[in-house]
């Protein structure tokens, strides 16, 4: 274990426990402002309830989510400070705009909406989370524009030895940057969307008729239908970029070798990375491949022996982590199409509950997968035909780096264990709890008469 390896394993396990958190911010916060806007329009109580209950597991993802981004960041400056320096121009301006212009709006907006409740307006406080969920929104979109110049770099000059911003626009408006956020925020709903559908699932099955779950899951089903269909159409549109920017990703993905014209699509298939062939092949569908890849049943897709040897990412990873993200894919749509059929009585179909209840952990799976596939596909490259990997990592001490990744190993263990503890917990007992200890449920009159008074 070198210093590269080690610091590739660091920043793995900080970006993959840290993305289990951020998809629920980004679908949960959509969904809380769309409950508290039909509270304001409608006056029905349910939904502010709604709003409440799925708030405070909102608050709990959120802060760990925090937490989490912040260490995840301080690693360009202390494991990779060669792409740091190298790119920090093009790179550091996107993220100084993320943490500018978005984060401290969703993180000002947040403590307005916690604290807000009977102190604002019902207007304003829904105002406040659809502030917190367009915030969070924005910031996804810049960190996925500068993960989109990793992906395929534009926008920039090389001069006195780094990577110099020169179109700014070039860089944020790009057509791999528009499909990125729209794939990755579709699948951050879906995700909320059957974490919405699994729980009230569990509560459906205890009392079919509660009106709070009844109204969250009809809410979640008509999400999920939508979007798992956005994700499916934008995941096809970004196929078809990967195989005109990074044609050497495509190969791996579908583990093909050689360069072939009218490429099939094995249905059953299993990479020999050694031996750069392929063990088994079985159930071809004819030009499926060069369909999937450029629309045309007839055109040629290049093969991984196109590329130097050095040159070609980690096939096996890269093919098994590709399957499981269109396989769930594939498995979302339907389950979503047979919830939303189910909407209006969901209460009568138990098998479909005691379904969904499995389903939560599975979007975090798919969306897991669907980065392994871009980042471990980029591979050996970290700004793709800009910088390798190997070329971007500090000159550190070994012993450095495996102090740190043993410790960012036990704080993010101890914290996912808090955050699922605290989660599961809230979710379980229901709305009730929220009722009680909801900072902004006092009216501020009470509150400056318990101080006034001593707080006897």
């Known amino acids: 274990m070198d210093v590269l390896m080690l610091s590739r394993l660091q920043f793995a396990a900080a970006t993959f426990f840290h993305f289990l958190f951020v998809p629920l911010t980004l679908g949960l916060s959509i969904l809380i402002a769309i409950m508290e806007s039909r509270f304001v329009s409608s006056g029905d109580e349910d939904y502010k309830r709604m709003a409440r209950f799925w708030g405070r597991l909102f608050l709990i993802?959120?802060?760990?989510?925090?937490?989490?981004?912040?260490?995840?960041?301080?690693?360009?400056?202390?494991?990779?400070?060669?792409?740091?320096?190298?790119?920090?121009?093009?790179?550091?301006?996107?993220?100084?705009?993320?943490?500018?212009?978005?984060?401290?709006?969703?993180?000002?907006?947040?403590?307005?909406?916690?604290?807000?409740?009977?102190?604002?307006?019902?207007?304003?406080?829904?105002?406040?989370?659809?502030?917190?969920?367009?915030?969070?929104?924005?910031?996804?979109?810049?960190?996925?524009?500068?993960?989109?110049?990793?992906?395929?770099?534009?926008?920039?000059?090389?001069?006195?030895?780094?990577?110099?911003?020169?179109?700014?626009?070039?860089?944020?408006?790009?057509?791999?940057?528009?499909?990125?956020?729209?794939?990755?925020?579709?699948?951050?709903?879906?995700?909320?969307?059957?974490?919405?559908?699994?729980?009230?699932?569990?509560?459906?099955?205890?009392?079919?008729?509660?009106?709070?779950?009844?109204?969250?899951?009809?809410?979640?089903?008509?999400?999920?239908?939508?979007?798992?269909?956005?994700?499916?159409?934008?995941?096809?549109?970004?196929?078809?970029?990967?195989?005109?920017?990074?044609?050497?990703?495509?190969?791996?993905?579908?583990?093909?070798?050689?360069?072939?014209?009218?490429a099939p699509m094995y249905l059953l298939q299993v990479p020999d990375e050694a031996n750069a062939k392929n063990s088994v092949e079985l159930f071809p569908v004819p030009g499926a491949l060069s369909f999937l890849a450029f629309g045309d049943f007839s055109a040629e897709v290049k093969g991984l022996k196109e590329f130097a040897t050095a040159d070609r990412p980690p096939v096996t990873l890269t093919f098994i982590s590709f399957r499981i993200m269109v396989g769930l894919g594939t498995l979302f749509i339907l389950l979503a199409i047979w919830t939303w059929l189910k909407r209006k009585d969901p209460g009568a179909s138990p098998l479909l509950l005691k379904t969904l209840l499995w389903v939560i952990p599975l979007p975090y799976l798919g969306l897991e997968a669907g980065w392994a596939v871009t980042e471990v596909g980029r591979q050996p490259w970290i700004v793709w035909g800009v910088m390798r990997t190997s070329e971007a990592a500090s000159p550190i001490a070994v012993s450095q780096v495996t102090t740190s990744l043993v410790a960012f190993i036990l704080v993010y263990g101890l914290l996912g264990a808090v955050a699922v503890y605290l989660m599961f917990k809230y979710a379980r007992k229901g709305p009730e709890t929220v009722q009680v200890s909801d900072p902004g449920s006092e009216p501020m009159a009470a509150r400056q008469a318990a101080v006034a008074g001593g707080g006897r």
């Open 61 to 262: 993802n959120f802060a760990v989510g925090i937490v989490t981004g912040i260490t995840l960041e301080f690693q360009f400056g202390t494991n990779w400070s060669r792409y740091s320096q190298y790119v920090g121009d093009v790179f550091g301006s996107l993220l100084a705009i993320e943490a500018t212009l978005a984060f401290f709006l969703e993180s000002t907006f947040i403590g307005v909406w916690y604290f807000g409740w009977n102190r604002l307006s019902p207007k304003n406080h829904a105002l406040s989370i659809w502030l917190v969920a367009l915030a969070s929104n924005i910031s996804a979109y810049w960190i996925l524009a500068a993960n989109s110049f990793m992906q395929h770099p534009v926008g920039y000059v090389l001069r006195n030895g780094r990577a110099e911003l020169n179109d700014f626009l070039a860089v944020v408006t790009q057509k791999w940057a528009v499909l990125e956020f729209v794939h990755t925020v579709s699948g951050a709903y879906v995700l909320a969307a059957f974490f919405v559908l699994g729980i009230s699932a569990w509560h459906l099955l205890r009392n079919r008729r509660d009106s709070l779950f009844q109204k969250s899951f009809k809410l979640a089903a008509t999400f999920a239908l939508v979007c798992s269909i956005i994700v499916a159409i934008s995941g096809d549109l970004s196929g078809k970029e990967v195989a005109e920017k990074q044609p050497s990703k495509l190969a791996a993905m579908e583990s093909l070798w050689e360069t072939t014209k009218a």
